[in-house]
């Protein structure tokens, strides 16, 4: 299938994910994940009508933000080391994988040199076999919280990726306890701002809707599989 049949597919799978359990459509963002793929693919997507991507890999996504037209929202979506910061934050629109303190300090200090504000979500690591970034789900309303007072950052949610597992039960539990984290922080600092919740993958997209997903990062099923 092309890439413009795929994303019709993936909006009307995504649809009918929001439809089954009472929730809206256009609360759910598509963000096409383009890692390691070419500027081409970029392109087309990108005049299929798509305008949110996601790049994993810092070098990847300073290179690849000036082959697309300004309206283009980037994310990212990649564990960051210190040392690449500068190379993704001035750019990123939403930063999905703020995933530890060292990492929030380093980048609120850059912030704060540079003059700049920007927005990003709190990865919580919901299980042992996904990925080892992270923080853990006992400390992740304390340092949300913590994080949320510093000068340069906004929060604005949470993201996790769930394990790589056949069982359903343990990927759709790994989203349910991001959303319960989520409705932590509510009762904490009160319900002023809608927090995003970025779970969902190519493999687990629909179970991560049906659970409160507001942000679906799409790679291999927009674009196929990737060379490595
Ligand atoms: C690669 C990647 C995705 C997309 O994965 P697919 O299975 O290709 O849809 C989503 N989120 C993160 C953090 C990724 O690294």
């Known amino acids: 299938m092309s890439v413009s049949e795929n994303i019709k597919d993936i909006k009307q799978r995504i649809a009918q994910a929001a439809q089954r359990c009472g929730r809206s459509a256009e609360d759910i963002q598509l ?68 995933d530890s303190m060292h990492l929030a300090n380093t980048i609120s200090e850059f912030c704060e040199k540079k003059h700049i504000t920007r927005s990003f979500l709190l990865e919580v690591k919901t299980s042992d076999e996904a990925t080892k970034f992270g923080f853990d789900p006992d400390e992740a309303v304390e340092s949300y919280v913590t994080i949320s007072e510093f000068s340069h950052i906004q929060l604005q949610g949470l993201m996790t990726i769930a394990p790589f597992v056949d069982d359903i039960n343990q990927i759709r539990n790994s989203f349910r306890k991001l959303r319960e984290i989520r409705d932590d922080i509510y009762k904490r600092i009160g319900r002023h701002q809608t927090l995003e919740l970025s779970m969902g993958m190519s493999q687990d997209y629909e179970i991560a809707i049906e659970e409160g997903s507001t942000m679906v990062r799409i790679g291999t099923s927009l674009f196929g599989p990737r060379g490595r």
């Open 31 to 98: 963000i096409a994940v383009t890692k390691t793929l070419p500027i081409t693919v970029l392109q087309e997507a990108y005049q299929c009508g798509l305008r949110h991507f996601g790049e994993s890999r810092a070098q990847e996504f300073r290179d690849k933000i000036h082959v697309l037209p300004e309206d283009t929202v980037w994310h990212f979506i990649g564990h960051l080391q210190t040392n690449k910061i500068k190379y993704v934050i001035p750019s990123c629109v939403l930063m999905h994988s703020l």
